[in-house]
């Protein structure tokens, strides 16, 4: 039985597999299972109790979500899906590796979430500075119009879908999901309000699903080899397999598929190879930019959605990156903050306007200006931007690392401020 | 829509033909994939900005007078997203990642080196209008950090050492 | 009136009834509380931008750390526990406003917004006082916004409400939030005039001092230093309620007075921007005779009468009842004619017939937002009625409210109601000759020329009853037009009598008995049924009022006395407020005039009337006096004096020297006219008021007053008496608590700034708590039949000619405010390209056209949406016989006139000028 489905074509010492060579490993065959009689509602079941949760960030149940979508007589007709391909949280480079690796698995988990919903158009809503992944989508999307795979009544099936690449015209915000849909609807993207939900009025006013993709890249392996097989693929808690990755100053930073429930410390030392020569690991973020600092102490937890937030961050995108000791633990979290202020959409208060002064406070600990009264102001803001306050999550994100970061790195504050200098920098 | 923004357009006088055909068939083509023309605005930017590298006044005004979109709104729209330029920009663009990852590996120092070699800092062009400097966020390929784009092509694993060649390479008439 | 539905919910333990399905924040506001907020608008809902109405809400009763929550975004639900005062919510929202503040400029001194700013109101309610961002600001470029508008955008805290009443709320396209973070930017795309009619509004929407009046900044006074009286716009027939505001014996501003019914929270430009002619040196400050020798008070009033003797009284639209009826008593009813064309009068005598029709119901402002199909015949109504234009545009808006219900979003989301609903609409069908400023929002146009808008009105009309007459020319949008108006809950006819076409209104009642005759039918197997919205719109302050004195002559229009006086009938003429050359054709009134033997004429501004008078008065201007107006609905309203009179200016009811006292000019015509028998509920209930107490016209902080005339004279002078009204001028009394229409502005304490309002509302959005918003005097009488619009014949071989009407140009007076001269064209005659290429006109130039054994000359102005056969003729401050020119008019090239040309014209059809313009 397959144990790395996502990946398990993936080989980049030669180009992606076209459409005739992923069904020849087994490609298209959830598709085919829909066309064997599949009803929208029994995919929707077997998503359900795979147990999937979504890898955009949130880690929320699939399956779950797309119940909330109107379905029926008196339901919208139009409804859409959504593929969340922002990938520009920093430091996570799954969703390409993705994209680029096996294309056709995307669009056959995209084929079967539409059929789910019964939407008859799907967006790609791809990071615009991804021209690569652009390009080999859109070939993928060619193949299989021509296989007729889409359009028109798909394998007989009476169901219609077009699959539509939008590459967006660039921010961080576009990632969160009813941004994007301003985005897409050629709009400012500033998030929207929840409730309503995308799930019954996104795109358009429409019923929208929004996913991530490596979400829908565990689709097709679930209808292809059931849930048991998928179930079984664990080591941990949740369900399924889950790209981990790693940078900073690993021996061979990288991104690979894994169990989830692996040990932190077995995709660090197996995998990335632990650390330089010379270096120490100090700290790391377990999900990408957003998530709170995890310590050297915490390499025994599981890479698990409930271990690591028993120790206070969260999976997040599971892409580890990771702090050394001879680096500058305030430097990070600036370059963080100046990320994240930047990248505020404009929208609500605290982040707005929160963040810049933030940022502003780094840019001063890094001259040498820091104070303890600067610090404070800090540690307020972890709170007055916390979740619950403002009016997405980009902001609550950003206080993760700030918060963990003032916690577990307060010496090195204090020695910017006492030093009046970097005492990183000689 | 469309009302008062033909005015304005009306005291630009701008050409009719100000769109070239080729621009005028992909914006077109956009109009087919999305059920509103607010949508088709923001891709009409990206293709006017394919075609002649950046959106000046006048591109704008005519999407919006092709697109029968109000000038205000699309402006709000170019100036929100970060791949849209308002301003002219070198033959190519440099989009120089300076996030989390790429910090860690040392990309402060390779910008420096970069700024040396080509005379510019974030937002400039060379004085040869070859290249412009941008920073952005984390380009997705951490692992091999540090990371830029020229043009559509990602560089990574990026020390001081390979910069020349790789820029050697853009230079005009070496393409 | 049903009921609302009401839960229990528990705030800062005690328990309080509020309104189901509506937010905490505009609950916590209707009880009276101070919870701080900025992006929420009472009338533009709730997007959750702002974050300052955070609150603590809790699970249930076990729950004591409780989860913060934006008060406006939080729908109240039976049993909800919250906390104001809970200290993490208050210092949050302590952050909030120390966020805001980071990078404003602390420019209070030198701010016009200062002192009814909301932004200060808030930063004091929330705590903040002390800055310690001690970082670089952020600083924006001002752009010019045109005549009305001024901007500093480095006071701006970003809570979008610019652009959410400017773009969604009243439809403007060049108004936009750029860039993002904390460069966000609220501009237009480049400098240029703000082309919203609305865009007035801005200063009052924004809560703080982006937006100002820039009019006002000329002569720039704190509004503690203000003396303001309620008052009513003079700029249409709408009767928008507004506060002007006065120093040193100048109007300095206008701003908006709340009307639950009526204007609500927004005026148009003309309203706010118009009334600089109050102070324009040219104001009749003497009494003048036919030489122009000052006479003295007492020798006018004499000659008055002694012209009265056998004397023509020719009444005025612009002018108050009081002012009416004191001309009509001093003539005698017999005597007393028409101020307005023929046409209008012919147009007006149908409107008020049709106000008595019990099948019908004119409709306030509230409820005309609240239909869901409107069908417009012939009026432009944003420039006719702009603030009826602005809640048409609300109207359309319920489509998306009612998809909202059915998705279970609550009416109050305002960006969630709209991302549901993104272009759907409640329809509305405009019938014009061209393209009209509502265009944007229409279902269906119908364009024609006027007799073609007959014809189809009458189509229409038969569509909806078989027994109507119809005609075989039809238009393809009729029926779907005649399908939603069936379809609708609420649907409402909107015409007029501006364009004086009287047979497009009979055509308008046509289809709105037909409608109500269907509907009774559908709802009650023949009985009655409620009556359908026909909205009849007035075109001056006064023009209703004007026709209740004419109620029982109607023969005696302007036509009339002028013939009457051109035969010698009668000697002598009193002419009030009016420049007749604008109601008649020219001929007609120098013939008039001419054969006059003594001409009278009481009005505040020289005009081609007064300077053929023997015996000119000066009257006092809106602001200047008390008076009674009655509106398009029949609605009449008392707008109180503001300031002192203009030299010798008094009221014309002063004149004629029948009355002492206004009260007994007021309630003397309610007992004498009987259309006005309720008139005396105008008068503002005061039994709260002690005796000899009143209410202040001026605040209690107003300064300088012992100082204002020291230049010329030491001694503080005696604060000037008002024993006409309940008010005083001066700072001592109290307000008032029976009665809002006495209410001279709106404050409260720790609420500075026109959001004080909700102090005063009886619920968000609701009636005055003191009551009373005006009296209605139109009664119902008999139900009428079907008319018989004759459409003129249009086959003359001409153009037929209508009134082109421009909101900055059209109104009399307000174009002679400089504010409003500045966003004004030339006279323009609009035509399709068709006929401007028959007859060999360009776009800019100059047009002759002839009719009625007349010529006159006007700018070419080409309209790609006019109907062929059609030619709109705007004159505004020009001298043009418009009247003399007859219904049809043949065009030819002529030079153009030197002037503003069409530059400020701001159409969403005009031709392009050729290049070499
Ligand atoms: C500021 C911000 C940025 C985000 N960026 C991304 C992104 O780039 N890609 C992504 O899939 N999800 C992103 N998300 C999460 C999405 O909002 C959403 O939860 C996700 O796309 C849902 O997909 P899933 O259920 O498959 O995880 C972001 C969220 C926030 C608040
Ligand atoms: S937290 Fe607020 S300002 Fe920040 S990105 Fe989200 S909505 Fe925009
Ligand atoms: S008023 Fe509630 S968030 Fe602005």
Redesign the interface.
Known sequence: MVGNPLTRNIDFSRPPLDLGAYEATGGYHGLHAIARGLEPADVLDLVKESGLKGRGGAGFPTGLKWSFVPMGEKAPKQKYFVVNAD???????K??LLMEGDPHLLLEGMIIASYAIQASKAYIFL??????SERILRKALAEAYERGYLGRNILDTGFDLDI?MH??????ICGEETALLN???????NP??K??FPQ??GL??KPTIVNNVETICNLPGILAWGIDWYRSLTKGNDHGTKLF?????ART???WELPLGTPIRELLEVYGGGMRDGLKLKGF?PGG?STDFMLPEHLDLNLDYDDIAGAGSRLATG?L????DK?CPV??IG??MT?F??????????C??????VD??FR?FERGNGTH?DLA?LE?HVD?MGP????CALAPGATAPLGSGLRYFREDFERHITEKRCPYKN | MSSMSERLIASTALPADYLNEEEIAEIEHERTLYPDTRAVGLEALKIVQKHRGWVSDESLFAVAEYLGLPVAELEGVATFFNLIYRQPVGRNVILYCKSVSCWIMGCDEVKEKISGELGIDYGETSEDGEFTLIPVPCLGDCDRAPVMMVGPDQHRNLDEKNLGEIFARYRKGRD | MTEKAKVEITIDGVTYEVNAGSNLLQECLTLGMDLPYFCWHPCMGSVGACRQCAVKQYRDAEDSAGLMTMACMTPVQPGARISIEDAEAKAFRAGVIESLMISHPHDCPVCEEGGECHLQDMTLMSGHNYRRYDKKKVTHRNQYLGPFINHEMNRCITCYRCVRFYNEYAGGEDLSAQASHHFTYFGRHRDGTLESEFSGNLVEVCPTGVFTDKVFSENYTRKWDLQTAPSICTGCGVGCNITPGERYGELRRVVNRYHSELNGYFICDRGRFGTGYVNDAARLATPLDGAGNELDAEAAGRQLREIAGNAIGIGSPRAGNEANFALRKLVGEENFHAGYSDAEHACMQLAAELAGDPRFYNPSIREIEQADAVLVLGEDVTNTAPRIALALRQSVHNKALELADGANIPRWQDAAVRELAQQERSPLCIFACGATRLDDVASDRVIDTPSGLVRNAIELAGRLDASAPRTAKSHEALERVAGQLLAARRPLIVAGTSSGNIDLIKAAANIAGALQKRRAVHENHGGTAAPVDLCLLTAEVNSMGLHLHLMTRQENSLGEALRKLSSGETANVIVLENDLYRRAPHAQVDAALDAARKTAVLDLLPNRTTAKADLVLPVTAFSEQQTSYVNYEGRAQLAYQVHRNHGAACPAWQWTGDFEHFRQALLDCAGSVAAFAKLGEVLPDTSNLPSGIKVPRQSERYSGRTAMKANLNVHEPKQAQDPESALAFSMEGIPPRRDATILASSWAPQWNSNQSISKFQDEINGPLRQGHGGTLLLEKKSEGGEFKPVPANGDGGGLELLPAFQIFGSEELSSRSEAIRARMTDAYLAVSPADAERHGLQQGRGVRLSGGGIEAIALTCIRTQMSPGAAALHVGDAEIDYHGLGSQVELAPADAPEGRGLGELIVSDLVRMREER
């Open positions: 990938e520009m949280e920093p430091g996570t480079f969703d390409r990071r615009g500075e991804y021209t690569d539509i590459t967006s015209a660039g921010r961080y985005a897409l609807e050629g709009k400012r993207a929207r309000a409730p309503p019954v009025s358009w006013g990755g790693i940078s900073g100053k930073p990288g991104c973020l930019g892409t990156i990771l702090l050394d680096t430097g990070m370059n963080l990320f202020s930047h990248e505020s959409c404009g929208y609500c208060t605290p707005r306007d929160g963040l810049p002064w502003e406070i001063e009264r102001i307020e007055y619950g306050k403002t009016f």
